[in-house]
């Protein structure tokens, strides 16, 4: 189904940006949520290294990538809002603008693992630091693709192949964008808040 | 005294206090996100359940360990 237009409103086979992303999005959410779960046990069971490790963190770089993660949301949901409106030079607008701060939270995160590497604080330094990896790479992947499907989705939104009532595939890599949101979400203030 | 008073009695509190503000805020944000960007108020009210109760779990199960 290529149009959205004959898609009932409030079916539950048919969420926005269709049922598989959002099947996709449920299991994301609890795989990351059970681990950051089994993290907390961890945390407790080994509480001394796990607090030290994470002072080490820096709250202010994860603080930071958690505005430009939510405005980053805020940006794809406009361009989405835009493309029902039928307004396709905003829409694309709004979609580079989600690509850009996706890229710069991408940016930041590498500039944190490269100075945690300079610390000698890398895989296998210690458990909490095993987690930090596990977790933070795991969710740096997601919106390493999120950040390519939304370039794809531009460079055809510019070729006019989306509009007004052909948009289910944005709605879809928006839909995945905001998980990627969602997850962050979680693992920030459970890594580098709570103890 | 006052010091070992603040550590023995406020500050644990102060701790607990910080504990559910933040996963309040987790919870506020997550919702927000859901609903307002991801369209989760357009969708049929089964989905909106699922979100609610996982991040209800998830937030009372990380607050409680």
């Known amino acids: 189904m290529t149009t959205t237009d004959k898609i009932p409103d409030k079916s539950f086979l048919y969420p926005p940006g269709g049922i598989l992303i959002w099947i996709i999005v449920i299991v994301e959410l609890l795989t990351f949520g059970i681990a950051l779960i089994v993290f907390r046990v961890n945390f407790h069971q080994d509480y001394d290294t796990f607090l030290s490790s994470q002072n080490m963190l820096s709250k202010y770089i994860g603080l930071f ?5 939510i405005t980053s949301g805020y940006f794809m949901a406009t361009a989405l809002m835009n493309i029902k409106h039928a307004k396709q030079k905003e ?3 709004w979609l580079l603008l989600t690509i850009l701060t996706g890229v710069l939270f991408l940016f930041v995160k590498g500039w944190e693992y490269s100075i945690k590497i300079a610390e000698g604080h890398s895989f296998g330094y210690d458990d909490f630091f095993d987690f930090y990896w596990m977790l933070t790479l795991f969710h740096f992947i997601h919106v390493l693709v ?5 370039s794809v989705l531009l460079l055809k939104l510019r070729q006019g192949y989306y509009n007004a009532s052909n948009y289910l595939d944005v709605e ?5 964008w905001h998980m990627c949101d969602l997850i962050w979400i979680l693992l ?3 890594l580098y808040l709570l103890h | 005294m006052l010091f070992n008073f603040w550590l023995a009695e406020i500050s644990p509190i102060t701790g607990k206090w910080t504990l559910t503000v933040i996963l309040f805020v987790t919870l506020i944000k997550f919702l927000g996100v859901a609903f307002r960007f991801m369209d ?3 969708a049929h009210k089964h989905w909106k359940i699922i979100f609610i109760v996982f991040i209800l779990l ?3 199960l990380a607050g409680l360990i």
């Open chain 1, 91 to 93: 829409a694309i607008k």
């Open chain 1, 65 to 69: 990538n958690t505005i430009v993660l």
């Open chain 1, 172 to 176: 879809t890599g928006g839909v995945f």
């Open chain 1, 146 to 150: 999120g950040v390519v499907i939304l």
């Open chain 2, 58 to 60: 998830f937030s009372g």
């Open chain 2, 40 to 42: 989760l108020k357009n």
């Open chain 1, 188 to 190: 920030f203030p459970v």
